[in-house]
């Protein structure tokens, strides 16, 4: 029988989530997401879509890996992108990440200098915390 229920993935929807650290540029970056429910799954790329107007989480199932992204004003995004494994049942409620605010624009333009340049980012460091 074919479940007509939205999978439920590895996250807990309705947990509160912090970005806190510094952008590209080194300025304070804040951000505060919601996990939303009903995620979406890519079985190709086994990958958890998780999607709101107000977040977007990224979560990886062979790696755990994650981003999140706060997305409440979509002239300063704040993301922070962890490669730390997440594991819910382990007691770990802080995850350092590699963080960039902007505009889709800006995060763009970043990432568009950072392919295959060698260049690094001088800022970028956060640390996405579960409440």
């Not at 997440?86 to 995850?95: H, K, L």
Request: aromatic residues 10%; contains cysteine; charged residues 20%.
């Amino acid at each position: 029988m074919i479940s007509t229920e939205p999978p439920k993935g590895p996250l807990v929807e309705g947990e509160r989530w912090t970005i806190t650290g510094l952008d590209q540029n080194n300025n304070r970056l804040e951000g505060n997401v919601v996990v939303p429910a009903n995620p979406s799954y890519d079985s190709t790329d086994r990958e958890w879509y998780y999607r709101t107007a107000a977040a977007r989480i990224y979560f990886t199932e062979g790696t755990n890996e994650f981003q999140v992204w706060d997305t409440r004003d979509p002239s300063r995004l704040v993301i922070c992108i962890v490669r730390a494994p997440y594991r819910y049942a382990s007691q770990q409620n802080t995850f350092p990440g590699i963080s960039l605010a902007g505009s889709m624009a800006d995060i763009n333009a970043v990432f568009a200098k950072l392919s295959g340049s060698g260049t690094r980012l001088t800022g970028g460091d956060c640390t996405v915390t579960r409440q």
